[in-house]
């Protein structure tokens, strides 16, 4: 055994020795990959790990900021599947016409194709079973010599064992948790099972982490829980999440616009309603609380709910019974509720638009949910998401950002939040494409393309809305009727707020002072909906 092998080993063993330092899964798995890429000098190394047929990294070295928050489908990725197939040390000469799946992402270059290049990885499996992969890439050819892969080989076993080490923690951790909890009296529930990555929430901050601590100890009661946050901060994303988590998983989980509920319709859609009941009712019909029974029925937006509904909600958050509309009897349902709103339900009741005793009920326990500019370098994370799932729709070779347009995602202050950041990374990729972008090369997104300058409001520099509209009346057609006068009046009126409010019905209701349901009625006749 050389000095290198020993040197190597030693290491290794430090690492797998120190379980009593109590360290969090994605801090041990950190010092396994910045380990391996001073004893091995390459450029890059990433640890990835197998979830269904993509491979989700875990720890990297040398790569952009926003690598961690990628997936590698691995029917995607030749190389990848090539070491995944393999339980040996699989190596790639630098003259191989397989693309590389770092084309483009390690930090030392900047929108450059890689150079000549070395690359090694090898499959790991944990207990037997296929785990994920581990790649090494070095700029410079032969730095992965016989010698080196040799190395790589005798220490699999080590660095398998430093993966179980930190997977056996993160289990302990999880157990001391929902011990924590049933001894306060709550029940254990499933507070590791499915996690938040089937669910593609993607972050690291402290303040992500917090959340899915929180909503992991809530999901096992059935209390009713409130989700409160901004618009596009995922609030529907982490209702799933909480169903999933919950012991009402395997049963339905039933998705409720609120704000698109007409108000002539919102009781019959929620609770139902027996034939006759009212003119076009030809038969029975359950509604939403029936098609969630067992499961979760989760109220997007539901400070929209019409004050009529809210009194028959109430009732069954109260007694656990509904009652179809036009029917006799109440039925017995044994459904969770999950509400969210992005509005300030105190003020409304203060102001009379939402009953105070509903709004106890369902703020039980309420959770709010951080926006992405308190998520810190989250933003590149869900960037390098975005970016992915962006290269492989386009069917480009690589998609990455410049670190000027990362620096301005940083800079900005995300309004849109989640849902914004999407929007702006899928416009940029489509403008550079638009401009002539080579799909076979490394595309690379500039600060320029995000537009973000285009969004800041000139007396805050930190907001996304558009200039106000010009208050002054849009002028009267020269021909036609005082009907087609106000019809186009009102049409321009209704187009202005939604391009105010990115196409979001229920806030251009209220930026006209109008019900959200009379809204859309008004819409369809103008023909602005179908």
Known sequence: MTSKDVELVTALVALCADLGSELPQAVRLQRLVDMLRTQFGGGAVALLRLEEERLRPMAVTGLVSDALGRRFVVGQHPRLAAILARHEVTCFEHDSTLPDPYDGLLDTLVGEPLPVHDCM???????????????????????????????????????????????????????????????????????????????????????????????????????????LGETGV???????????????????????????????????????????????????????????????????????????????????????????????????????????????????????AFRADLYHRLSVYPVPIPPLRERGTDVLLLAGRFLDFNRARLGLRSLRLSPEAQAALRRYSWPGNVRELEHVISRAALKALSRGADRNAIVTLEAGLLDLDALETPATGNASA?????????????????????????????????????????QAARALDVDSSNLHKLARRLGLKG
């Open 234 to 352: 995922g609030k529907e994303l982490f209702a799933r999440l909480l169903h999933h988590q919950s012991p009402r998983h395997n049963r339905p989980l039933v998705h409720v616009n609120c704000a698109a509920l007409p108000e002539s319709l919102a009781e019959s859609e929620l609770f139902g309603h027996v034939r006759g009941a009212f003119s076009g009712a030809v038969s029975d019909r359950p509604g939403r609380f029936e098609a969630a029974e067992g499961g979760t029925l989760f109220l997007d937006e539901v400070g929209e709910l019409p004050l009529s509904v809210q009194a028959k909600l109430l009732r069954t958050l109260q007694n656990g019974e509904i009652q179809r509309l036009g029917a006799d009897r109440p039925r017995r349902v044994n459904v969770r509720v999950i509400a969210a709103t992005n509005r300030n339900l105190r003020e409304q009741v203060a102001s009379g």
């Open 466 to 506: 558009p200039a106000p509209a010009s208050t002054a009346p849009a002028a009267a057609p020269a021909t036609g009727t005082l009907r087609d006068a106000v019809d186009a009046c009102q049409r321009q009126a209704i187009t202005t707020a939604l391009d105010r409010h990115q196409g979001n019905w229920a």
């Open 121 to 227: 990885g090898v499959g790991l499996q944990v207990e037997g079973r296929p785990w994920g992969v581990l790649t090494l890439d070095a700029l410079v050819t032969g730095t992965f010599g016989a010698s080196a892969r040799k190395r790589l080989a005798h220490s699999v076993p080590l660095i398998e064992a430093v993966i179980r080490v930190a997977r056996l923690e993160q289990e302990l951790r999880t157990l001391r948790m929902a011990s924590t909890h049933l001894a306060e009296g709550g029940g254990a529930g499933e507070l590791e099972r499915g996690g938040a990555g089937e669910l593609e929430i993607v972050g690291e901050s402290p303040a992500l982490k917090r959340l899915l601590h929180e909503l992991g100890i809530v999901a096992a009661s059935e209390l009713p829980v409130l989700l």
